[in-house]
């Protein structure tokens, strides 16, 4: 294995779920991390700083910004998230960080991405990374491609409204029993920072990741077991829940429920052999963190805003919008 010295690895997204992950592990590894963030003041980048990262204010919208920020960094670790940019946003973004890496002369780019990692699949945020990564490889940057599908976060973090979504509209689209490939942030984080210390070991990779294979049913079973009572789950039609997130996961839900997915989770334990299940992830979560309930109290009262009393089990002609 060749490693590169412990230089400054610059990471995108670093008060979020993947870049936060990663720059934790890397500051851990004994790495400079330079986390990026448009909001150096905010509690998770005084966090990072308390950690030992060096906070630097940057805006990927801003190639200038990411051009500067990226200086003397030996490696950058690039991730967007479409959900709250859009689409388009996300490959500009995307395309402006790797332009800055090139400009910079990165030696090694750890891109965060997500899917089944060729076209043709109808879901847009699998096919715009796509598009990213197409620029990073015609910019000539040395490049490895990490890429889940389903984040265990997706059961319990607000922002996913696992209420509404991983409980109820994902299992009626996609099926309750449809295998789904699963990892946590924390290990894509740890897969990186793996990465980045050994450049040759995985330039020019792409790898499928998942520590887990299980359906939403077994998901609730082991939620049940873990935090002592089922997961909340609110129904909602799916075109009102369109409406609020969009139909770019419902294609993908749709897209699950027939897919011929890779369940294979021995190349991701090959790289990191500690990556958890589905049952220690919810274990270690509801062990050590009660605010995971808390957040699940604010989901519901979000939720009951938006709910209807029908529940659903398949998908039904009444998901569609009235005339
Ligand atoms: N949900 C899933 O199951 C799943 C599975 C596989 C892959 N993924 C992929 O994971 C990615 C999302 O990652 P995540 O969950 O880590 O996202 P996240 O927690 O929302 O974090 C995104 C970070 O990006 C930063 N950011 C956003 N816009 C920015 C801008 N214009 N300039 C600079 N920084 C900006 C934000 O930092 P500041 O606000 O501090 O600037 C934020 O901390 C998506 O691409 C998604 O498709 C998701």
């Known amino acids: 294995m060749t490693t590169l010295a412990r230089g400054t690895i610059a990471v995108l997204g670093a008060t979020g779920r993947l870049g ?33 990262a060096q906070v630097v204010k940057a805006d990927m919208e801003d190639p200038a910004a990411l ?9 950058v670790f690039n991730v967007q998230n479409p959900m709250k940019s859009g689409l388009e946003a996300e490959v500009r ?34 096919e715009s990374k796509l598009r990213v990564k197409e620029h990073m490889l ?10 889940p599908m389903a984040l265990m976060e997706l059961m319990t973090d607000k922002d996913f409204y696992p209420a509404l979504s991983t409980w109820n509209t994902m299992p009626a689209l996609a099926g309750p029993d449809t295998k789904i ?57 799916v075109w009102m829940f369109e409406r609020m997130a969009g139909k770019d996961l419902t294609a993908m839900w749709r897209w699950l429920r027939t897919a011929e997915l890779d369940l294979d989770v021995t190349p991701t334990l090959a790289i990191h052999p500690g990556a ?17 309930r808390t957040a699940e109290a604010r989901d519901a009262r979000a939720a009951a805003r938006l709910t209807t009393s029908t529940p659903i089990a398949q998908e039904r002609p009444s998901d569609h919008p009235p005339a």
């Not at 500051?27 to 330079?34: F, I, T």
């Not at 400009?103 to 997500?114: C, I, K, M």
């Open 276 to 292: 958890m299940t589905v049952e220690r992830w919810l274990l270690r979560r509801f062990s050590k963190d009660g605010g995971a």
């Open 181 to 237: 490939v699963w990892l946590a942030a924390d290990d894509l984080g740890a897969i990186a920072a793996k990465a980045f210390a050994d450049r040759d070991g995985f330039v020019g990779r792409d790898v499928a990741l998942a520590s887990d294979v299980r359906s939403i049913a077994e998901c609730r079973e082991l939620y049940r077991a873990a935090a002592g009572r089922p997961p909340r789950s609110f129904p909602v039609p």
């Open 20 to 52: 936060g992950a990663t720059a934790r592990h890397l500051l851990e590894d004994g790495w400079s991390v330079r986390a990026i963030t448009r909001k150096p003041d905010g509690p998770k980048a005084r966090a990072l700083a308390a950690a030992g």
């Open 138 to 147: 015609t910019r000539g940057l040395p490049l490895t491609v990490l890429r």
């Open 93 to 126: 973004q995307g395309r402006n960080v790797a332009d800055a890496a090139a400009d910079a002369g990165a030696r090694h780019v750890v891109y965060g991405s997500a899917g089944v990692g060729r076209s043709g699949t109808g879901v847009g945020q699998w």
């Open 67 to 75: 051009r500067k920020a990226f200086e003397g960094a030996q490696g």
